[in-house]
């Protein structure tokens, strides 16, 4: 079975701070991606990497960054956390670059800016 | 660019009742289509994909889409729904040659006893 795990379920931060998160899976898959989840709105992607070192800009890559030193390990940076990034926090990552592979999700870190 | 509608943000069951979500896509390029599944407090997992083919697909938990070209829809239909069906589902497309997923805003899907 895939496994994407998340470092955190819960995490609360203060407006101004540097938040990272963490995401790793254990498929050797090549590409991982970053998404928020808001209601009504669905999943919005933020960034996605198909291979270390390489980056791509979702739909709403602003305030964020990315990094991804390892194949399995791809990282959300919040430079400066700001409270409308209060959010659910979905990674995944599917096999190859090619669209038709299914995509495997995290559970999600809930994130807080006060 | 492309863009996905589910037309029903909650959609209130009983449960060994059928249930359909509706799903319309807009692209100017063929695409591929998937339902995904997001259980209480959990990630999303695979309910069932459109790549090409018979228009009528079946998924896992006795879930099946059809995709209507002409339409530009996919719903996704169960003939008898459990309480274990107590979800939000998404839906989503892919451009024929990309890879960045593109979602609806999700139907919330509550199976009373």
């Known amino acids: 079975d895939v496994k994407v795990t998340q470092s955190s379920r819960y995490l609360v931060k203060r407006t101004g701070e540097k938040v990272f998160l963490e995401c790793v899976q254990d498929m050797d898959h090549e590409n991982m991606f970053w998404y928020r989840q808001d209601p009504g709105l669905g999943l919005r992607l933020i960034y996605f990497?198909?291979?270390?070192?390489?980056?791509e800009k979702g739909d709403i890559p602003e305030g964020y960054s990315v990094s991804r030193e390892k194949k399995e390990r791809f990282s959300l940076i919040l430079e400066s956390a700001s409270t409308n990034q209060t959010s659910m926090y979905l990674c995944?990552?599917?096999?190859?670059?090619?669209?038709?592979?299914?995509?495997?999700f995290g559970p999600g870190t809930r994130l807080t800016v006060t | 660019a492309q863009s996905v509608t589910q037309l029903d943000s909650q959609v209130p069951v009983f449960e060994e009742a059928p249930v359909e979500l509706r799903c319309n896509y807009s692209?100017?390029?063929?695409?591929?289509l998937f339902w995904y599944v997001q259980y209480p407090n959990q990630g999303l997992q695979l309910l069932l994909k459109?790549?090409?083919?018979?228009?009528l697909v079946k998924g896992i938990n006795g879930f099946e889409a059809e995709f209507n070209k002409s339409q530009t829809s996919f719903h996704l239909r169960k003939p008898s729904v459990h309480i274990s069906d107590t979800a939000e589902y998404f839906c989503g497309l892919i451009k024929a040659a990309g890879n960045k997923l593109t979602f609806g805003g999700g139907t919330r899907v509550l199976v009373k006893p």
């Open positions: 990497s198909y291979d270390v070192k390489m980056k």
């Open positions: 459109y790549l090409s083919g018979s228009t």
């Open positions: 995944a990552s599917s096999l190859s670059r090619d669209g038709y592979y299914e995509q495997y």
């Open positions: 692209s100017s390029v063929s695409v591929y």
